[in-house]
């Protein structure tokens, strides 16, 4: 009983599995047309937003502070 039990287990996992595995459907023709002719603008768009991800990053790690320091800080004085 406990073998045909965990066999129907694995059975109904892997079903599962295979619908989040589905592919994904391709984009329309005129979505890649349009970013064929749009090329060189957005990966100009593409580099600003990096550079800016980049330096939101650096800010952060810079002013970050723990939890435990926050709640340290309460208690000084």
């Known amino acids: 009983m406990n073998a045909r039990n ?3 287990a694995a059975a109904v996992f892997a079903l599962a599995g295979t619908a989040f595995a589905a592919e994904t459907p391709e984009p329309a023709a005129s979505a ?3 970013a064929a002719t749009t090329g060189s603008a957005s990966s100009v768009d593409a ?3 990096r550079s800016d ?3 939101e990053t650096a800010d952060f790690v810079k002013s970050y ?3 435990l320091t ?3 800080d309460q208690y000084k004085n």
């Open 6 to 8: 965990f066999i129907a």
């Open 32 to 34: 890649t047309a349009t």
């Open 65 to 67: 502070r723990t939890p």
């Open 47 to 49: 580099a600003a937003a």
């Open 53 to 55: 991800a980049k330096q």
């Open 70 to 72: 926050i709640q340290l």
